[in-house]
């Protein structure tokens, strides 16, 4: 896949476990609708992950998950280059070039750089204050238009539109389009967590993964946390319970929702019955991909094949990327 006339798209989740009820409504639902339209290459950012020391066992387990829970999901190798980060190489040559020119002030200054520094002390390390180089390198490497992310990642993508400028700037050079945050007609979904937390997340332990089971699904929900019950007609739903709402919003029919805000709304609303009926209706939702995650994380030759042919598309543009950096940049072999 060379540059064409298609908008081109790129977009990594990192390798740190499982992906969530939110990872699938909020970001993998949207990479597959963009594969008919847009010239897309998605990737597993196993690199991205050694910043906290995974076990090299666990982190080959993650990134074999994530590669089935994406095709499980809908993304077509067909249409889209679906690959693991460590696999082009290029993107590392990058990364290195791009730190060249990236100020330990503007690293130093990033968020998610802060608050890994204040979450963990003892282990700030080069890789994660360079984190946002890595992810520049990761777009530009494809020269991209278009990165659909959450918001927590605006900023590093800010900053990899500020390497690209000045980048060009540097060398007078028109190489690389400066990336855009890829805006869907749809409102981004925030999917909240089961224990009245604002956001789903992994590492937040309140997430329902696309691989549970039935009976893990069922505990997580009964155990939801909710509040002891509406005692006025029209009361504003707490912050637990509107959680379970908007979880029922995504997945469950319009009658059924429509039939517990009814409830809600006459104060005779049972949680235990909202619960269970939200349990069966999110097993129903996540059987197809559970049976397909089981499916492709169980077929290793499949896996291995997928990720050869992905690497083998995402060469293409990262090698004709590379080679004109190198030129540009003056490093040139004598042999
Ligand atoms: P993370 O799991 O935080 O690395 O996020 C990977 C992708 O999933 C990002 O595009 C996030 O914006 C999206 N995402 C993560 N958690 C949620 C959530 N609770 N609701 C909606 N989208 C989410
Ligand atoms: N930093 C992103 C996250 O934590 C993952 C990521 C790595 C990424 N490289 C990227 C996302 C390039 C978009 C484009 O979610």
Redesign the pocket.
């Known amino acids: 896949m060379g540059k064409s006339t298609k908008p081109i798209v790129v977009?990594g989740?990192?390798s740190?476990g499982h992906?969530?009820?939110?990872?699938y409504?909020?970001?993998?639902r949207n990479f597959v609708a963009m594969q008919e339209t847009y010239q897309c290459y998605f990737f597993i950012a196993d690199l991205h992950s050694l910043t906290t020391h995974p076990t090299p066992d666990h982190l080959q387990d993650s990134v074999r998950d994530i590669l089935a829970e994406y095709l499980a999901a809908g993304l077509d190798i067909e249409q889209c280059a679906l690959y693991v980060q460590s696999d082009i190489q290029e993107t590392i040559e990058l990364y290195l070039y791009l730190n060249m020119n990236a100020y330990l002030g503007e690293l130093e200054r990033c968020t998610s750089f802060k608050e890994k520094v204040r979450q963990n002390p003892n282990n700030v390390n080069a890789g994660l204050l360079t984190y946002p180089t890595l992810m520049a390198a990761d777009i530009l490497i494809h020269r991209a238009d278009l990165v659909?992310?959450?918001?927590?990642?605006e900023q590093h993508l800010e900053m990899a539109r500020t390497f690209a400028e000045r980048f060009n700037r540097l060398y007078q050079t028109d190489l690389f389009t400066s990336p855009q945050a890829y805006q869907s007609d749809k409102p981004?979904?925030?999917?909240?967590?089961l224990d009245g937390n604002g956001?789903?997340?992994?590492s937040e332990g309140n997430?329902i993964y696309l691989a549970d089971t039935p009976d893990q699904i069922r505990k997580k929900v009964m155990k939801a946390v909710s509040d002891i019950g509406p005692s006025t007609i029209g009361q504003p739903k707490s912050e637990p319970v509107q959680n379970l709402f908007t979880i029922m919003e995504q997945v469950s029919s319009h009658d059924t929702l429509a039939h517990f805000e009814d409830l809600y709304n006459r104060c005779e609303i049972r949680y235990g019955d909202m619960k269970k009926q939200l349990a069966e209706d999110l097993v129903t939702f996540l059987a197809p991909l559970r049976e397909k995650i089981e499916m492709y994380r169980n077929d290793e030759r499949y896996l291995r094949d997928v990720a050869r042919i992905g690497a083998e598309k995402a060469h293409v543009s990262a090698t004709e990327t590379l080679k004109r950096v190198r030129e540009i940049v003056g490093i040139r072999s004598l042999f």
């Not at 992906?19 to 990872?23: A, D, I, P, Q, V």
């Not at 409504?25 to 993998?28: D, H, I, K, N, T």
């Not at 659909?148 to 990642?153: L, M």
């Not at 981004?188 to 967590?193: E, H, N, R, W």
Request: charged letters at 20%; glycine letters at 16%.
């Open positions: 977009s989740i990192r740190t992906l969530h009820l939110g990872n409504l909020g970001a993998l659909p992310v959450g918001k927590d990642q981004l979904v925030k999917i909240p967590g956001k789903m997340g992994k997430a």
